[in-house]
């Protein structure tokens, strides 16, 4: 019968034992790669092609001194619509977006006017008007547009004058600029008209 030398034995031995751990990292990896897949698909939603009729999802980040700002909301387009006394009515509460009510969430404590709005998340909903518009800060962020909102859960409203001198935005857009000194303003952008919210970090 024949044998093979120890030497050779220990080698192939320690080839097998090479190969084994191998295809079990392997395995390891290429289930952490689909848990990865799995939760990156559940945070992150894909954003429909520019052109599409649909809402696009979105989301817009910013810091402003201390405090991380982000904002959540669904981008109608014009697509050749009649929006301000349309599309949107004039003094009714408006979810300023579509689909899920547009969120606001922030790190710390933020000062709009002589409000201290505590850190969360909430629910930002306008009521649009011919010269004027109403901005709102709600409690209850997770709603289907406007369908439950409630006054009662204001934490602020703030009557503002929106700018119609800006440039044409096919899609509702929303920014967070920092005007510096620890304050900063939230803008929501679409068709020819911009309004803002000013605020400071505490």
């Given at each position: 019968?024949?044998?093979?030398?120890?030497?050779?034995?220990?080698?192939?031995?320690?080839?097998?034992?090479?190969?084994?751990?191998?295809?079990?990292?392997?395995?390891?990896?290429?289930?952490?790669?689909?848990?990865?897949?799995?939760?990156?698909?559940?945070?992150?939603?894909?954003?429909?092609?520019?052109?599409?009729?649909?809402?696009?999802?979105?989301?817009?980040?910013?810091?402003?001194g201390?405090?991380?700002?982000?904002?959540?909301?669904?981008?109608?387009?014009?697509?050749?619509?009649?929006?301000?006394?349309?599309?949107?009515?004039?003094?009714?509460?408006?979810?300023?977006?579509?689909?899920?009510?547009?969120?606001?969430?922030?790190?710390?404590?933020?000062?709009?006017?002589?409000?201290?709005?505590?850190?969360?998340?909430?629910?930002?909903?306008?009521?649009?008007?011919?010269?004027?518009?109403?901005?709102?800060?709600?409690?209850?962020?997770?709603?289907?547009?406007?369908?439950?909102?409630?006054?009662?859960?204001?934490?602020?409203?703030?009557?503002?004058?929106?700018?119609?001198?800006?440039?044409f935005s096919?899609?509702?857009?929303?920014?967070?600029?920092?005007?510096?000194?620890?304050?900063?303003?939230?803008?929501?952008?679409?068709?020819?008209l911009?309004?803002?919210?000013?605020?400071?970090?505490?």
């Amino acid at each position: 019968m024949f044998v093979l030398p120890a030497w050779l034995c220990y080698r192939v031995t320690i080839h097998v034992m090479v190969l084994f751990v191998s295809l079990i990292v392997k395995a390891c990896y290429g289930q952490n790669q689909e848990k990865e897949k799995a939760h990156h698909h559940q945070e992150v939603q894909k954003p429909e092609a520019p052109g599409s009729k649909k809402s696009i999802y979105q989301e817009t980040h910013a810091q402003v001194g201390k405090v991380h700002l982000t904002i959540r909301y669904h981008a109608p387009a014009v697509r050749g619509r009649t929006i301000w006394g349309g599309l949107v009515p004039y003094d009714e509460v408006w979810v300023t977006g579509a689909h899920q009510a547009t969120s606001v969430e922030i790190s710390d404590n933020i000062r709009v006017g002589e409000i201290i709005v505590p850190k969360g998340r909430y629910a930002f909903f306008t009521i649009p008007g011919k010269q004027q518009w109403t901005l709102i800060i709600n409690k209850n962020w997770h709603q289907h547009l406007a369908d439950e909102y409630d006054e009662r859960e204001d934490v602020l409203r703030l009557t503002v004058t929106p700018d119609t001198g800006v440039s044409f935005s096919e899609r509702l857009v929303y920014r967070i600029e920092d005007t510096g000194g620890g304050s900063g303003k939230i803008i929501m952008h679409w068709e020819n008209l911009m309004v803002a919210l000013p605020f400071t970090t505490m």
